[in-house]
């Protein structure tokens, strides 16, 4: 098994971006969770409804959703369809 | 209008449909054309069981009644799928290499194959599963209710208790079928996820469908759209921000927990890669379902009359707009929601409750020697689990009729889910925390059960069902920090919030604290090391210490469970794995580790472990053996290094073999040649000796003729004699038997010999000499030294081609010794054929010509090694030249005794 040694510190290139890849994908869930907070700062509903965030609310709840979608479509698809995974753990690893 | 019997066949004919489809599946699997129905859309879409009837209906009242909160329930999971890196990889290799099946197995399995831990965790799955499969049958009924409205027929509650029963046992029937078919919940159940996969389409199809017809052919187009939200009474985000984050984790959790999502995540995935399309292509499927929700709520709140039921506006707009077909279609969209996650949810808890209830049970009742008895217990598995489907959903009806199908039930969703997230702690401390235990587990399970029962279960059943109101004022015994929802005082939260907060915090705080404060058993302690580093490809210890068992048992429990064919298969794999002929392997340790691994995809791993050690003797494995085993570990490396060592040697030994192997073979051959070589010179004299013999014995000759013949004769045995002489001569010095008589005499005089013994001073062959530098005594055996001396002047006198041929004799001295070169004006040797000179008959030219066997300088050769000198022959001079090395005085050879 190729298991990362403590001194492998360069990488080829491509195992390079696959290890970027893989950080970003799980950097992508917390970039959803910031973005999806955000409504909690929008003022509530008042009495009458002109203080209300109204359709915008919507559209950005939804926008989101796409951002996600799309970001998470195009990491998947630049990843490895099998990637090295014993080098990818050496971080991750207890 | 369509009439109400239409739509009971258009759903009985939708049912056949599925039913068909499903059977098709397996049809196909069977004959392993399984490729596609392996193919991550599949898989994508059979995650859609997420979204149930309640939420393709109930969404819809959820956005009129809170506006944007509804969206919450969409949003954990998607942001679980694309966080699939963190939690959900880890869970489905898990789930492939321990051969996992179900979220109560995997707790199970994770802590030492607790039996308890996984009653515990199904009877949290069937008490939060129940009312949510109640909900599921009440959404079926209500929206046969509204066709049956339409046609003026309006339901009593006998009608609504008529059709759930039906809806029941069509459910009961369909999951019997096809979620039974074979045992091992490994093997993926193709039928089943098949037919999701299709109602996945459907109602996918059906939510859009209504969403575009209310967008534009209500509306009049996306801009008028967001226009008419605005307008709408529906307040968009109109709630306190604990709910938001609050359902956000629910609904993420509980994506995870839920039975049937971990059944349709981690237990039917057939391939980790799927989960790369999965991670965008199943947010993208919760986003089209919840894209059109808002405006189907604004729609229906403006056209229908105030107090319609917003949970059934996706039926009832369409409706009232006067689109039979689309509220059939939309009808069929609901139907798929409800019968998919019935179906599920139904396999996996029975699967859960046949795994760790019924079996384990059964197990004990039959007493320990019941697991070699032979008989077939696969119908008794099956029998619980069939069995165990018609008790949920017999559950799930009498939780709908107790509950009177109100608006009770309604609220049930969101309560349902707190209480199967409580074991997510355990779950995610299990797969990511080693120093997790069963104790920890068992308390923090516990826990989180009951406060979920206290503070959101048993008040949802309304005041008076099971909690006073008395109680839920000022708590039990007059204990207010025990109020149900207010607990420890805190009375101003949202009570579901606080349900999710208590049974959470306290849940994972008992968890963690009774992980820190006990001490894991060995098997534990390996299965978590397992878990956490399930990345790693590390190899198991083995958990049994002792193969006591014969493997005759092991194969009539296998067969028991796994059925003849399969078992014997196994069988005889690894008796071929090990070199055996037949089906009965060899018990190792590996062996029977595999056994239990393939046990445990059919009746999980604690029944597994727990039938594998009645045979075994229970021994399994302890710390001290675990102890043992590093310590064996330390000592196979160490082995393995001496190993390596030994090998090198070998082959060095081998690599010496070979060459001398090699040796042997040129010398044999040499032999050969040898012997056929000699034969060749010894019989052409002997033939010339035989003829004129026998022309002399016939007479009558002259007498001058008579001497020419003798004389022939007489130089032929010369000849002979002289042949026999050297290799004689060759023999004694190979073999090393020649006795060296040592002398002390002057170097030019031994020259001086050599030139006269030689003939070559007869005068065609001049030789030049340095007198002053031969001056010098020698001790060495000079008889021998002479012979080879003569044996290079005659070489010369016989071989030097030039026309007036001269051979120079140097003498030089250095420190490395002293040489005689002697170098005569021929034309030398040519490169090729100086390597063979001294070998053995080694003639250049013609043999007669020179009158001699070919042995000389090979015996020169060998007297020169003998005396410890050498001759070889020195390559660039201007003709034919050797060079003797002197020995040196002090050390002569003598090898008289070898």
Known sequence: ?94 | MMSFNFLIAVALGYVIVLFAVAFLAERRAIAGHSNWLQSPIIYTLSLSIYCTAWTFYGAVGYAARSGLEFVTIYIGPTLVMVGWWWVLRRLVRIGRAQRITSIADLVSSRFGKSTQLGIIVTLISVIAGTPYIALQLQSVTLSFAVFAQVEGVIWEQADFNRTAVWVAIGLAVFTVLFGTRNLDANERHHGIVMAIAVEAVVKLLALVAVGVFVVWGVAGGPAEMLDRIDASEIDLWDQNSGRWIGLIFLSAAAFLCLPRMFQVLVVENADERHLHIASWAFPLYLFLMSLFVVPIAVIGLDLLPAGSNPDLFVLTVPLNQGQGGLAVLSFLGGLSSATSMVIVATLALATMVSNHMVVPLWLRFQGSQQAIISGDVRHVILLSRRVSIAAILALGFLYYRTSGGGTALAAIGLISFTGAVQILPAMIGGIFWRGATGVGAAMGLITGLLIWLWSLFLPSFGTDAFISEAVMLNGPWGLSWLRPQALFGISDLDPLVHGILWSMLLNAGMFVLGSLVTFPAPLERLQGAQFVNVFDHSNAAPTWTAAAAGAEDLLIMAQRIMGSSEAQAVFEQEAKAQGKVGYLPEVTLEFIERLERELAGTVGAATAHAMIGQLIGGSSVSVEDLIAVADEAAQILEYSNRLEEKSNEQERTARALREANAKLTALSIQKDAFLSQISHELRTPMTSIRSFSDILREGGMTTKEQGRYAGIIHDEAVRLTRLLDDLLDLAVLENGQVVLHEQTGNLSDLLDRAVRASDAHDGALTIMRHRPDEDFALTADLDRLGQVFINLISNARKYCDADTPELTIKVRSSATGRFVDFIDNGSGIAPDNQALIFEKFSRLTDGSKAGGAGLGLAICREVMQRLGGDIAYLAGATGGAFRVTLPLAKNPIALEET
Do not use: C
């Not at chain 1, 990488?11 to 950097?27: G, I, P």
């Not at chain 1, 969770?33 to 929008?42: D, F, K, S, V, Y």
């Not at chain 1, 990637?83 to 690893?93: C, D, M, R, V």
């Open chain 1, 1 to 94: 098994m190729s298991r990362a040694t403590p001194s492998q510190v360069f990488l080829h290139r491509a195992n390079y971006r696959q290890r970027r890849l893989r950080d970003a994908a799980k950097l992508l869930p917390v970039v959803g969770i910031l973005l999806w907070a955000i409504p909690l700062t929008w003022p509530a509903a008042s009495e009458n409804h002109q203080a209300n965030i109204g359709s915008a609310g919507l559209l950005y709840v939804f926008g989101v959703w796409v951002l996600l979608i799309v970001l998470a479509a195009a990491l998947t698809s630049r990843m490895r369809p099998n990637p090295e995974t014993p080098q990818g753990e050496g971080a991750e690893k207890e």
